[in-house]
C-alpha cells in the first residue's frame, strides 16, 4: 500500500497513530444550559440533512439518576467497528478474571542429561498468550524470543536432538477472525490469530533512501528477521521527488513486494506487515535465538495445529514440562487491546474465554463459535436484549458484527457496577491523553475527562464511553455512524461527545 495512502487505509484499519497526529479539533459552539436547549441541538446534529442518505444511532443516559437524555435509533442494528471490543474486554474480565495468565509450555518427554542434551522433540505449546511483544517491554523487540529462549537455557538444555515443534493446537478453528477480508490480511491489523502468536505476528518496517540517487530504499525490519523474504523494487529519487512505497505481501506467502520511491532528502516512511504461517514465525524466531545462546537443534522445524491433533492426539500430562512462561495478567493486556484498539489480541481474549469454559459437551465447538456462545450468556446477564449484540468475532474488524447502541449503553452501565469496574474503566482511552483519543477532543471540556472506545473501518464511525458533564453528573453514552461517506464521520460523533461534556443541567 502506498505509504502517503496509507493513512487512509490505517483509518479503516482501526489504527490510531496517523489519526492523532492529523485529527482536526472539535468545535462546538457555547455550551447549552437547559436540557432542552441540549436535546434540541442534539436533535438538530442528529437529523441534520448530512445524514440523509446515512444511519446515526445515539443514546445517551445519566449513570447517577437512570434517566435516558437522548436517544435516535437506539434500537437499530449497526456496524460497531472497534467498539465490538468493549464487548470482548468484559467478558475477558469476568470470565477470567484480572489476575488469570495464560501459560507456555515447552514440553518432552525427558528431561535432558546431565550435558544438557535433550534426546527427544523439544515442543512449545502455546495457550494464546499476546504479550510477548515489544508493546509489553518498553518497545524492546528483541526481550519477548529472548525471555523464551532464557527459559529454555534455564531447563540445563544445551542442544536438542529431535525437532522442534510448535504446537498450537490449543485453539480449534481457523487463524482469521469470521468476516475479515482478504484485503485485510497483510496489515497488522489482520495478522493471523494463533496460540502460538509473537510480536503480533507483524513485522515493523522502516524506509530510508538509499545513499545515491537510482539506490533501492533501504529497508530496516523490527525485529531484525530473515522469516520474510524481499523483492526491493524501489528506487531512491532526487530531493523533492515523489515519496511513497507499496508494499505486498500475498496471503498464503512470506514474500514481501517493495515497489515506489523516496527522495534523497527524505526522513524516511514506515509500515507493517503481516507474516504467514504464525506458528512457523514463532519457533524459526526461537531457533534463532537458541542458537545466540548456543543451543543447537539438531532436527527440524514442525509446527502442528488442531486438525493435526485429532489424527495424532498426545497426552501432555504424560510428558514433562521442562519450561514453562507466563503471560501478563488480563488486567494489562486488556488495556494494550483496547486503548490502541489492537484486534489480535481483541480476538485471542475470546478465544481464552471459550477454552476456559470448554466442557466434554462442547469437546468438538470451534473455539469461535464457543466464545461467541458465552459472549450470547454474558450479554443476557448485562441485561441487554436478545438480539442486540450480534458479534461475528473478538474485534469488530468483520463487517457482520451488529450492535444497537441501546446494548452498548446497558453494556456500559453494568460494568460500572461490576465486581471488576475500576479494571475495565481504567482499560478505555483518555481523551486527550492515550490510545485512539489522543489527539482528539484538545481543548474541550471532554480532555482527560471522557473515557470511550472509538471505532473506525469504511463507512462506520462509532463512539461508547462515560463522561462527566459540568454540572458533575455521570454520563454514559453510545454514538454510531453507519453507511456514511463524507470524510469528517469522526468529526461529527466527537462534537456530540463533547457536548456532553460541556452540558451545564443535571438530570432531576
Given at each position: 500500500?502506498?505509504y502517503?495512502?496509507?493513512?487512509?487505509?490505517?483509518?479503516?484499519?482501526?489504527?490510531?497513530?496517523?489519526?492523532?497526529?492529523?485529527?482536526?479539533?472539535?468545535?462546538t459552539?457555547?455550551?447549552p444550559e437547559?436540557?432542552?436547549?441540549?436535546?434540541?441541538?442534539?436533535?438538530?446534529?442528529?437529523t441534520?440533512?448530512?445524514?440523509?442518505?446515512?444511519?446515526?444511532?445515539?443514546?445517551?443516559?445519566?449513570?447517577?439518576?437512570?434517566?435516558?437524555i437522548?436517544?435516535?435509533?437506539?434500537?437499530?442494528?449497526?456496524?460497531?467497528a472497534?467498539?465490538?471490543?468493549?464487548?470482548?474486554?468484559?467478558?475477558?474480565?469476568?470470565?477470567?478474571?484480572?489476575?488469570?495468565k495464560?501459560?507456555?509450555?515447552?514440553?518432552?518427554?525427558?528431561?535432558?542429561?546431565?550435558?544438557?542434551?535433550?534426546?527427544?522433540?523439544?515442543?512449545?505449546?502455546?495457550?494464546?498468550?499476546?504479550?510477548?511483544s515489544?508493546?509489553?517491554?518498553?518497545?524492546?523487540y528483541?526481550?519477548?524470543?529472548?525471555?523464551?529462549?532464557n527459559a529454555?537455557?534455564?531447563?540445563?538444555?544445551?542442544?536438542?536432538?529431535?525437532?522442534?515443534?510448535?504446537?498450537?493446537?490449543?485453539?480449534?478453528?481457523?487463524?482469521?477472525?469470521?468476516?475479515?477480508?482478504?484485503?485485510?490480511?497483510?496489515?497488522?491489523?489482520?495478522?493471523?490469530?494463533?496460540?502460538?502468536t509473537?510480536?503480533?505476528?507483524?513485522?515493523?518496517l522502516?524506509?530510508?533512501p538509499?545513499?545515491?540517487v537510482?539506490?533501492?530504499?533501504?529497508?530496516?525490519?523490527?525485529?531484525?528477521?530473515g522469516?520474510?523474504?524481499?523483492?526491493?523494487?524501489?528506487?531512491?529519487?532526487?530531493?523533492?521527488?515523489?515519496?511513497?512505497i507499496?508494499?505486498?505481501?500475498?496471503?498464503?506467502?512470506?514474500?514481501?513486494?517493495?515497489?515506489?520511491?523516496?527522495?534523497?532528502?527524505?526522513?524516511?516512511?514506515?509500515d507493517?506487515?503481516?507474516?504467514?504461517?504464525?506458528?512457523?514465525?514463532?519457533?524459526?524466531?526461537l531457533?534463532?535465538?537458541?542458537?545466540?545462546?548456543?543451543?543447537?537443534?539438531?532436527?527440524?522445524?514442525?509446527?502442528?495445529?488442531?486438525?493435526?491433533?485429532?489424527?495424532?492426539?498426545?497426552d501432555?500430562?504424560?510428558?514433562?514440562?521442562?519450561?514453562?512462561?507466563?503471560?501478563?495478567?488480563i488486567?494489562?493486556?486488556?488495556?494494550?487491546?483496547?486503548?490502541?484498539?489492537q484486534?489480535?489480541?481483541?480476538?485471542?481474549?475470546?478465544?481464552?474465554?471459550?477454552?476456559?469454559?470448554r466442557?466434554?459437551?462442547?469437546?468438538?465447538?470451534?473455539?469461535?463459535?464457543?466464545?461467541l456462545?458465552?459472549?450470547?450468556k454474558?450479554?443476557?446477564?448485562?441485561g441487554?436484549?436478545?438480539?442486540?449484540?450480534?458479534?461475528?468475532?473478538?474485534?469488530?474488524?468483520?463487517?457482520?458484527?451488529?450492535?444497537?447502541?441501546?446494548?452498548?449503553?446497558?453494556?456500559?452501565?453494568?460494568?460500572?457496577?461490576?465486581?471488576?469496574?475500576?479494571t475495565?474503566?481504567?482499560?478505555?482511552?483518555?481523551?486527550?491523553?492515550?490510545?485512539?483519543?489522543?489527539?482528539?477532543?484538545?481543548?474541550t471540556?471532554?480532555?482527560?475527562?471522557?473515557?470511550?472506545?472509538?471505532?473506525?473501518?469504511?463507512?462506520?464511525?462509532?463512539?461508547?464511553?462515560?463522561?462527566?458533564?459540568?454540572?458533575?453528573?455521570h454520563?454514559v453514552?453510545?454514538?454510531?455512524?453507519?453507511a456514511?461517506?463524507?470524510?469528517?464521520?469522526?468529526?461529527?460523533?466527537d462534537?456530540?461527545?463533547?457536548?456532553l461534556?460541556?452540558?451545564?443541567?443535571?438530570?432531576q
Open positions: 500500500m502506498n502517503t495512502l496509507r493513512l487512509r487505509g490505517l483509518i479503516f484499519a482501526f489504527a490510531f497513530t496517523a489519526l492523532c497526529i492529523f485529527a482536526a479539533p472539535v468545535t459552539n457555547q455550551a437547559t436540557f432542552s436547549e441540549f436535546q434540541a441541538r442534539l436533535e438538530k446534529v442528529a441534520h440533512p448530512r445524514f440523509s442518505a446515512a444511519m446515526l444511532g445515539v443514546k445517551i443516559e445519566s449513570l447517577d439518576t437512570g434517566k435516558v437522548f436517544e435516535k435509533n437506539a434500537e437499530k442494528l449497526l456496524k460497531p472497534s467498539n465490538g471490543k468493549m464487548y470482548t474486554g468484559a467478558l475477558a474480565l469476568d470470565r477470567l478474571g484480572p489476575n488469570f495464560i501459560r507456555t509450555s515447552f514440553y518432552a518427554s525427558s528431561k535432558p542429561d546431565v550435558a544438557g542434551k535433550l534426546t527427544c522433540d523439544l515442543i512449545i505449546y502455546g495457550r494464546g498468550d499476546p504479550s510477548f515489544h508493546r509489553f517491554h518498553d518497545g524492546n528483541k526481550t519477548a524470543i529472548e525471555q523464551l529462549a529454555v537455557v534455564a531447563a540445563g538444555i544445551k542442544s536438542v536432538q529431535g525437532d522442534l515443534v510448535g504446537d498450537e493446537s490449543f485453539f480449534r478453528g481457523t487463524r482469521f477472525g469470521v468476516g475479515w477480508s482478504a484485503d485485510d490480511l497483510q496489515y497488522y491489523y489482520g495478522a493471523e490469530v494463533s496460540a502460538l509473537l510480536q503480533e505476528n507483524t513485522v515493523d522502516v524506509f530510508k538509499g545513499s545515491a537510482g539506490q533501492p530504499v533501504k529497508i530496516l525490519m523490527k525485529p531484525e528477521t522469516y520474510l523474504t524481499f523483492e526491493n523494487r524501489t528506487r531512491t529519487v532526487e530531493k523533492g521527488g515523489k515519496r511513497g507499496d508494499v505486498y505481501r500475498p496471503i498464503d506467502s512470506n514474500v514481501v513486494y517493495l515497489h515506489g520511491t523516496l527522495p534523497l532528502d527524505d526522513a524516511g516512511a514506515d507493517a506487515v503481516a507474516v504467514y504461517n504464525a506458528p512457523l514465525w514463532f519457533i524459526s524466531t531457533r534463532d535465538a537458541l542458537l545466540r545462546r548456543g543451543v543447537t537443534i539438531s532436527g527440524k522445524l514442525k509446527t502442528v495445529n488442531w486438525l493435526d491433533r485429532e489424527v495424532n492426539p498426545i501432555f500430562s504424560k510428558l514433562t514440562e521442562v519450561a514453562a512462561i507466563e503471560s501478563r495478567p488486567s494489562e493486556i486488556e488495556k494494550h487491546m483496547m486503548k490502541p484498539s484486534n489480535l489480541y481483541a480476538h485471542l481474549l475470546l478465544l481464552q474465554v471459550a477454552e476456559k469454559v466442557t466434554a459437551e462442547t469437546r468438538k465447538m470451534n473455539s469461535d463459535d464457543l466464545g456462545a458465552e459472549l450470547k454474558f450479554c443476557a446477564e448485562a441487554t436484549e436478545k438480539g442486540a449484540v450480534l458479534m461475528e468475532e473478538g474485534s469488530g474488524l468483520s463487517r457482520g458484527c451488529l450492535v444497537k447502541p441501546a446494548a452498548s449503553v446497558q453494556l456500559l452501565k453494568y460494568m460500572r457496577r461490576h465486581r471488576y469496574a475500576e475495565f474503566y481504567d482499560s478505555f482511552p483518555i481523551a486527550g491523553v492515550d490510545g485512539t483519543l489522543k489527539s482528539r477532543f484538545k481543548g471540556a471532554a480532555e482527560k475527562n471522557l473515557r470511550a472506545k472509538t471505532g473506525t473501518i469504511r463507512y462506520v464511525n462509532s463512539i461508547s464511553g462515560y463522561v462527566t458533564s459540568k454540572a458533575g453528573e454520563l453514552f453510545s454514538i454510531m455512524l453507519n456514511y461517506n463524507g470524510s469528517d464521520g469522526r468529526a461529527q460523533i462534537e456530540i461527545a463533547a457536548m461534556a460541556e452540558l451545564a443541567a443535571r438530570t
